[in-house]
Nanobody, 121 residues
């Protein structure tokens, strides 16, 4: 069982930046970030292959968000720049034992409790 703990959420004005961090208690092959706005389904944001550091992004965040890992600390971060009001959501860290179909939340085995990001216009 892997436990995930997110930190770093908050409120920011449009155009600003936030950095989310996810601390993992163990190793998994892939880690990702999802988000869920009120009344909407949980959607995939980004994934990193922890073994090779390959990264993948949803089109809506490509060029603005960067997912990275710190192997020494066993953390995965999400740097969010040029934030927009539509980025407002609860952000969840997730970890998968197998790196297959990772845009689907069902493929992830472990989840954090979430951290709120609010972007005002």
């Amino acid at each position: 069982q892997v436990q995930l703990v997110e930190s770093g959420g908050g409120s920011v004005q449009a155009g600003g930046s936030l950095r989310l961090s996810c601390a993992a208690s163990g190793y998994t092959s892939c880690m990702g970030w999802f988000r869920q706005a009120p009344g909407k389904e949980r959607s995939w944001v980004a994934t990193i292959y922890t073994g090779g550091s390959s990264t993948y992004y949803a089109d809506s965040v490509k060029g603005r968000f960067t997912i990275s890992q710190d192997n020494a600390k066993n953390t995965v971060d999400l740097q969010m720049n040029s934030l927009k009001p539509e980025d407002t959501a609860m952000y969840y860290c997730a970890a998968a034992e197998s790196c297959v179909g990772l845009t689907s939340a069902m493929r992830y085995n472990y989840w954090g409790q979430g951290t709120q990001v609010t972007v005002s216009s």
